[in-house]
């Protein structure tokens, strides 16, 4: 691993940063392939919204590419993590009015991901821990990720590839690091991210891959009865891409069906 | 400001600690007065349930008080923030197999408070920010303060000394730094701690205060309308103490009036 903060080559932050101290701030998991960062442009647009919602100074994306570069310059793949903090500053919730944002560019070993989740399909935990309704929140990858901590602490058995939290009124609406969608009568359906939940890059990629292939999607919400008649599922992110799902509670799916494999290949 | 971590001096610490990663730990904000820790066991109490709830090991309270004794020692007055996080591992919202809590000890300069503030009452904003639902981390204080942050930023009017957040369901729950309570026909209401909220070291220290005066103490939820109708209001935490409410909205309250003043001289 290595980290620059702020363009510094440094492995340490302030205690005083906001990150720290109250979560104030937003990250972005970007994969980088052959010095390429995947959809760099939807990352920095999400990143940018962000910032804006919590009034966060947007940083420069070209900045913020160009130090990456200097981390992943010799990497064939590797993970990318930016974040954005208020800064330093304040003992208090107040926002100081000098702040700057600090900017934490690091760099990751490709995780070791078992290739049979792509091809023999994941088996999904239903968790305990449910998401919150926060509209002022909702859709943006900010560091307050207690939620996704504890709900992830549900399970340890190897099997299980990912878990589906649901939000106070039952519905299902993420994976703790991923997005889902099930495929209901040939429709693609994806739960709406509007009060709680991120919207995931590559949720929105296979969105535009669906239409791009005539595949009708949803976005709306389903509950656990739904989702254990859909006819396939699959969970999503930039790192992962896609994983179809083999089994959720006591129901088997089928692996890699007909519309999961139209957007795997989509995405190839 | 001076800072321990793990008992070294020390103001940096990892960015790959959870505490700035996911805001994955606890803190304690503790007033020091002449070598004393205000409230100590009350505290310790609350970071002990927090860690539990957050399955983090609980630190060793005798530890971190001769820690922060090194720090404080010089000090007439003082504010104490202890915060333990997960510690350094992983990336990915698994807690790692191996993992050993970060405690981190800083000592603060006490705030500049407006003596008025106890006096002449302050006045109150009503904050737009919703506190969402979330019983897995009502009552602890945790690292993910994202709603406080942004309650905080709804005013910038030095005149208004603190703000009430009310929960999805408009019940207003507390300060954005603090708790409150209301006098309502002679007796003192303070909304349940259940769904979201902290439980306040002071709120409790009040209770027990009012019980030992036979005031009448009852938890249950309030709404904007029942408190514009209360017949006093005042906030409280460790560090301001109790701040009478001589403002909300158009309502203008009886600033410490009889019950008010019992607690607040209870107190003393």
């Known amino acids: 691993m290595s980290f620059l903060i702020n363009g510094e080559l440094n492995d340490q932050i302030a205690i005083s940063d906001r990150g720290l101290q109250y979560g104030d701030g937003l990250f972005e998991t970007i994969a980088v392939e052959d010095g390429q960062c995947e959809h760099w442009h939807e990352h920095m647009s999400r990143l940018a919204e962000g910032c804006e919602r919590l009034k966060i100074p947007v940083p420069d994306a070209q900045l913020l590419l160009s130090e990456a570069q200097q981390l992943f310059a010799d990497k064939h793949l590797a993970v990318l993590k930016i974040m954005i903090t208020r800064g330093s500053g304040g003992r208090g919730y107040k926002i100081p009015d ?88 040939g429709e693609l359906i994806t739960p709406e991210i509007v009060d709680c939940g991120v919207a995931g890059i590559m949720r929105a990629h296979i969105i535009r891959q669906a ?28 790192i992962i891409g896609i994983w179809p799902v083999r089994q959720l509670l006591d129901t088997h799916y089928n692996v890699i069906g007909h519309v999961t494999a139209k957007i795997m290949n989509g995405l190839v």
């Open 98 to 185: 000098t702040v700057s944002a600090t900017r934490i560019i690091s760099i990751h070993e490709w995780p070791t991901i078992p290739t049979m989740n792509k091809v023999l399909g994941i088996q999904l935990h239903l968790c305990e821990t449910k998401l919150s309704h926060q509209p002022a929140l909702a859709g943006i990858k900010h560091l307050n990720r207690l939620e996704q901590v504890l709900a992830r602490s549900e399970w340890q058995d190897t099997d299980i590839g990912e878990g589906l939290m649901a939000d106070i009124n039952g519905n299902i609406i993420e994976g703790t690091m991923s997005n889902y969608f099930a495929v209901i009568n």
């Open 211 to 238: 239409v791009l292939h005539e595949i009708t999607v949803r976005e709306r919400n389903m509950k656990i009865d739904e989702l254990l008649l859909a006819d396939e599922i699959f969970v999503c992110n930039s």
